[in-house]
């Protein structure tokens, strides 16, 4: 084992502290990583506070990890020394079941290993990103393209392919219009992809303060849901919406109402608490009320390539670590445009 520098939640109540954490050693399919950059997912904030069930404290989080690597096992044919990688949401899976063997083990059905919080191989808790150095199996390491800035590539892992992935499955492209429900650090690279795929793009948020922003980032249309006029205007209006919101408090059978026939409303954000939609609304236009996750390896490998194709990167502010108890703050007041990204070097 080899103890490296991390900050980790000591309990849910607690602000994040420094400390160390140990990382097994370097075995023949695994990729030693000395990690550059760490992104602040609102993942990590409903973790560390027990929002998603019980936690083993102490618990280090950060599932948007891009570095280096520094040392290869004997086994590794996919990477060598000196390269950035990244690391996203897991790090390993049954690679036995149905959809593992279909390539698609972020759906492994004895369900993927997180990067953190989850229990590892060795039955350890697995610890994330907010830290010096961490040890991935080579299968669930990505190799990050040069186009994609070292500082911003790191909410791609997470943010990044969990958008990409329902864009791509149902098909945004030339001829269709997308909306996308909030614009934060989810919201604003769905609204970037999804105009780099040639869809007609409209944001929906709460306000207009953000307007020049989506705008800019290549929505064609922005509207605020606070105007009640909003609805009626776009109803039976978009093929895709993709929700980014985690909050159980949105009146979904307004949104449902403004897809056409075959629509889709695809939820990102991850309400802890049920939600409730009448199924007649879903009767209207045919209506569909879907949920996606992040992507597989390959399809997160896929994502990559086309932001480095595209120029697509997320707006991001750096951060050191001794800035990351006011960063969970500042998401939580969506104080922030549009990702923290932690400056690994100051861990």
């Known amino acids: 084992m080899t103890t490296v520098n991390a900050f980790a939640a000591p309990s849910a109540t607690e602000p ?27 993942s990590d904030i409903h973790l560390v506070r027990g929002d998603w069930g019980p936690v083993t404290y102490p618990q280090v989080v950060g599932h948007e990890i891009a570095g280096e690597v520094v040392a290869i096992g004997s086994a ?21 079941c149905e959809n593992c063997l279909a390539g698609m083990e972020n759906y492994c059905l004895k ?29 669930f390491v990505l190799r990050i393209p040069e186009a994609i800035p070292y500082e911003a590539v790191a909410p791609l892992l997470c943010a990044g392919i969990t958008t990409y992935s329902p864009l791509a499955h149902w098909n945004a492209g030339p001829g269709t219009k997308v909306a ?17 795929k040639g869809a007609e793009v409209t944001v929906l948020s709460q306000t207009l303060s953000k307007q020049e922003d989506g705008l800019a980032f290549g929505a064609e249309h922005y509207y605020a849901t606070s105007d009640p006029t909003t609805f009626k205007t776009l109803r039976n209006t978009f093929d895709l919406i993709i929700n980014t919101v985690s909050s ?9 109402k403004l897809l056409r026939l075959d629509g889709t409303l695809v939820n990102v954000g991850a309400p802890p608490q049920p939600i409730p939609v009448s199924v007649f609304t879903l009767f209207g236009n045919r209506r569909s009320f879907a ?14 390539d086309f932001c480095a194709e595209h120029g697509v990167a997320p707006a991001v502010e750096v951060i050191t670590a ?8 500042r998401v939580l007041g969506s104080d922030v445009r549009y990702r923290f990204v932690i400056d690994a070097a100051t861990i």
């Open 291 to 304: 949920g996606s996750g992040i992507g597989s390896i390959a399809e997160t490998q896929e994502m990559l």
């Open 76 to 96: 590794v044919t996919k990477f060598s020394v000196g390269e950035r990688v990244g690391v996203g949401c897991m790090v390993n899976s049954c690679r036995e």
């Open 111 to 139: 369900g993927n290993t997180q990067t953190y919080g989850s229990v590892d191989r060795d039955g350890t808790i697995t610890q994330g990103g907010y830290s010096s150095h961490v040890v991935v199996d080579q299968d």
């Open 248 to 256: 159980a408090d949105l009146d979904f059978n307004a949104y449902l």
């Open 180 to 196: 996308v429900v909030g614009m934060g650090g989810l919201g604003h690279l769905a609204v970037k992809i999804a105009a780099a």
């Open 16 to 42: 994040l502290v420094r400390t160390t954490i140990e990382r097994r050693e370097v075995g023949e399919n695994d990729v030693s990583i000395a990690i550059r950059y760490s992104g602040i997912c609102h």
């Open 322 to 329: 001794d800035q990351i108890n006011d960063a969970y703050e």
